[in-house]
């Protein structure tokens, strides 16, 4: 085998005409986190679903370190889960609900106890062992699911949007608490969400998700800084997608900001040029942000830290600028003028 943890192998999943997961092809690494993201239906929970064993594919192969295991009933594949509604036995205490996969797998009490107290101090949550999940926030009840997932040592763990019940403060507090517990227990990680700044903040790799098929797939970064597609750009962050016109031997069009810019390593298939709304500049220099253009201010937005602008540019009606509060000294007002630039070298042409 290839090393992979989990290794999908052009898997496709069909319920009669419509096509759930196409091709599906993918080698998640031992003790990754790797996300499947995407909006509904792009196909990433079914994903999950045939990794866990709940959904029998129309086709493919299927490993878990390197053993073949689409045969295998959920129960012999060795892989936790953490559901988004956390599925916890409402008339058991913490301690039973994290004991239920070792009393199923006929674990000795010995080492239930022990494993159980360990779990549950790795979440904190030491306290709270004879509480029932009623009693418990909401955070507190994500942390027992977690405890539960992990505790009998599994492959892989799978957490499918597990954090989407929660408010944001709480969210963001959980992902910080995920990060940690992956860092301490060094396990492989398949985790499902829409999410892009869940993705950003957790991921070692992100596979973007759609029409059934992974659309990219690389580093946080990679994915955010160099989109492969439109598609993605405008799936993750924020991104100015103006029309890219080719005019031969290296030469482009941004039509509706008349442009011209000279670049021979765009694709030539390229029709679009994606520009983040950060990478936009106030009073740009020739050479650091040699795109300029006029803009007239439409909106702003106060995001805390940060204020978004919508501009209109051209013809395009509504350029989105971002940036630091307080990064220019002062923020633009409804109606001003504003001269902006980029570099091409900080925008992403893409079909």
Known sequence: MNGAAVSFRNIAKRYGDAVALADFTLDVRPGEFLTLLGPSGSGKSTALSVLAGF???SSGALSIDGRDVLAM???????????????????????????????LRKVDRAQIRRR??????????????????????GGQ?????????????????????????LDLKLREAMQAEIKQYHRQLGCTIVFV??????????SDRIAVMGQARIAQIGSPQAIYDSPASRYVAEFIGRTNALDLVPLGT??????????????????AQSRALCVRPERLRRDPSPDAHPLAFEAEVSEVTFLGDQVHYLLRAGSVPAL????????HGRPLARGERVRLGFHPDEAAAVA
Do not use: I
């Not at 290296?250 to 694709?267: A, I, Y």
């Open 55 to 57: 959904t029998e594919p």
């Open 73 to 103: 009933p959920p129960e012999r594949r060795n892989v936790g889960m953490v559901f988004q509604g956390y599925a916890l036995f409402p008339h058991m205490d913490v301690f039973d609900n994290v004991s239920f996969p070792l009393r």
């Open 116 to 137: 159980v107290e360990a779990a549950l101090d790795m979440v904190q949550l030491s306290a709270y062992a004879r509480r029932r999940p009623s009693e418990l926030s």
């Open 141 to 165: 009840r994500q942390r027992v699911a977690f405890a539960r997932a992990v505790v009998f040592e599994p492959s892989v763990l799978l957490m499918d949007e597990p954090l989407g019940a």
């Open 193 to 202: 969400t829409h999410d892009q700044g869940e993705a950003l903040a957790l």
């Open 250 to 267: 290296g030469r482009w069009q941004l039509p509706q900001l008349g442009l011209e810019v000279h670049r021979s390593t765009w694709p």
């Open 320 to 327: 989105q600028l971002q940036e630091a509060r307080g990064f």
